[in-house]
């Protein structure tokens, strides 16, 4: 019997309202690691997709320098600021991105973290190049490039940070599709600021749905992964 994982489609959701839902099933997960769990019982694993209002999150190992806006400055363009618990640097999330939480029991599916970040970097690569582009990834760092070996024409098109505890994983992935990139230009990107940032409409030249995008992922994350749907 294959691994089975929910998915969860929230739509548009407010950042703090959607890592407050995450961490309550993450916590409940990783309790369970210190106890008897009949599997009947067992939390299962969930694969969130939502789409964000506009926000910049810093991970754990960030630094504020790499925002470039102060409290009013962000208040004008509508968005928020958070320090949470993922690892890497600064990202933006907002409308026409697909943010992707996937809330898995490593230790279950045979995995490590290394290996789980690597197979989420293959899941968008694969999703990325039903739209042509070609995805690689960049030695030092997490994510998915366009262009990776090319200098300061390198350029992500989708952030990774995860968060893991007793093999229990949170956060997870950003993949630009329509996102309106001027957002970036007030950070420096998950730390770097020599190289840019870009989305599936972008390289493309055309107008992207999101749905479509999210679609195509719900199917490679499946693929890549080797689990089913609830």
């Not at 030092?140 to 229990?168: E, L, M, N, Q, Y």
């Not at 329509?178 to 020599?194: E, K, Q, R, V």
Request: hydrophobic share 35%; proline share 3%; aromatic share 12%.
């Amino acid at each position: 019997m294959p691994h089975l994982v929910i998915y969860d489609d929230l739509g548009l959701r407010d950042y703090k309202e959607t890592w407050e839902y995450q961490e309550r099933f993450f916590n409940l997960k990783v309790a369970e690691k210190g106890r008897p769990v009949a599997d009947g019982e067992k939390t299962p694993d969930r694969l969130i997709f939502v789409e964000h209002n506009h926000v910049y999150t810093l991970g754990k190992s960030g630094s504020e320098q790499n925002l470039l806006l102060d409290y009013i400055q962000l208040q004008a363009r509508d968005a928020s600021f958070y320090r949470i618990d993922r690892g890497g640097d600064i990202t933006y999330h907002g409308p026409g991105q697909l943010v992707g939480y996937p809330i898995f029991d490593l230790e279950a599916m045979g995995l490590g973290l290394r290996d789980y970040i690597h197979l989420l970097e293959e899941a968008i690569i694969r999703c990325i190049s039903r739209f042509g582009i070609e995805g690689s990834r960049l030695e030092g760092a997490t994510g998915v490039w366009i262009d990776p070996d090319s200098g300061t024409r390198a350029r992500k098109i989708c952030a990774i940070g995860v968060r893991a505890s007793r093999f229990v994983t949170m956060h997870g992935f950003a993949l630009n599709v329509s996102t309106d990139l001027s957002y970036f230009s007030h950070i420096n990107p998950c730390g770097f600021t020599d190289k840019g940032v870009t989305s599936i409409g972008k390289e493309t030249g055309e107008k992207i749905e999101l749905e479509d995008v999210k679609s195509i992922m719900y199917n490679t994350m499946r693929e890549v992964f080797g689990y089913d749907y609830y």
